[in-house]
């Protein structure tokens, strides 16, 4: 079996709307491997191979599907490798 549980951990209020709920869940097993395959099957999807997390809506709702091994700095981490590759980019090469 690919995914054994979903845990939620984090609830509250939409900030926009009252009615709704945001809410954040780890799953039990890294699904990083079938991020791509599902990239494939789920029509409005975007998946960054670099970060790797997958990106989709449902309805009205914003999924995002990301690998356990990122941490509270995984953004910020991924932000700063792309930062640093486009200055390398940018520079000026040397003769």
Do not use: W
Not at 29 to 52: H, R
């Amino acid at each position: 079996m690919l995914l054994r549980d979903i845990n939620i951990t984090f609830m509250e209020p939409c900030v926009a709307d009252k009615e709704k709920i945001r809410l954040k869940a780890e799953l039990s097993d890294n699904i990083t491997e079938v991020m791509p395959y599902l990239n494939t099957v789920i029509g409005n999807a975007i998946f960054n191979k670099d970060a790797p997390l997958l990106t989709f809506t449902k309805e009205f709702r914003l999924i995002v599907l990301y690998s356990p091994r990122r941490n509270d700095n995984g953004f910020r981490h991924f932000a700063q490798k792309k930062k640093t590759s486009l200055r390398q980019e940018a520079s000026p090469k040397a003769p």
